[in-house]
């Protein structure tokens, strides 16, 4: 635990869990498809698969996968957030924690899958990235894969500028031990290309 506020955290001061439920529940309400996130990682993944949510706010991705027969744990470190998903899915596990600390956690490692959306990289606290980045890695079975998606401009992210690169995060993921696998524009799959103010990327840890 860095003990270091995030950037999440200084936007919202920890207090926008039920407002952020309520935005998807308006948007799903007015027929917007909200599972774009579970859809492409459930395309990944075999059948009962197990996935680490980081960064899983009010569960809204994880509760997805566990409907589509995934083994999910989510952590966030935003208790508003988890209090929505714990009341939403009281049967799944849900840690409060700081991703920068997730070797503290007490998570078995060997997960299929870890996603890492909703600009959850680029509101991390500053100076913790490579940090979070290579733990994430640690908890992946050999094969497994790292799935992230954020912001690369103002236009994407609740901040008035991308705190990181793409050449960043790939410079992390690479120290880390990660191969980049393939990289979208957005959840449903457009090409990415230089330039795109928003990138889905899917990191591998080599399978031996």
């Known amino acids: 635990m860095t003990g270091q506020q995030d950037r999440w955290t200084e936007l919202t001061g920890g207090q926008a869990g039920e407002e952020y439920a309520r935005r998807f529940a308006r948007l799903a309400e007015s027929g917007h498809d909200i599972h774009g996130e579970a859809a492409f990682c459930a395309a990944l993944l075999n059948e009962a698969s197990r996935v680490l949510d980081a960064g899983c706010g009010t569960g809204r991705i994880a509760i997805r996968l566990a409907e589509l027969g995934h083994r999910c744990t989510g952590v966030d470190v935003d208790s508003s957030m988890l209090a929505v998903a714990r009341r939403t899915a009281p049967g799944q596990e849900w840690i409060l924690g700081d991703l920068a600390g997730l070797d503290t956690l007490g998570l078995d490692p060997g997960f299929d899958l870890v996603l890492a959306a ?38 994407h992210l609740p901040l ?41 990327s899917v990191h591998a840890r080599p399978a031996v």
């Open 160 to 200: 008035p500028e991308a705190p990181l690169t793409l050449t960043d995060f790939d410079t992390w993921c690479d120290q880390a031990g990660l191969t980049l696998s393939r990289r979208y524009a957005t959840w449903s799959g457009e090409p990415y290309q230089h330039g795109c103010g928003y990138a889905v």
């Open 118 to 155: 909703g600009n959850v990289i680029p509101l991390l606290a500053s100076g913790t990235e490579s940090t979070v980045v290579r733990q994430l890695a640690a908890t992946l079975r050999p094969g497994g894969l790292l799935v992230t998606g954020m912001g690369l401009d103002a236009a």
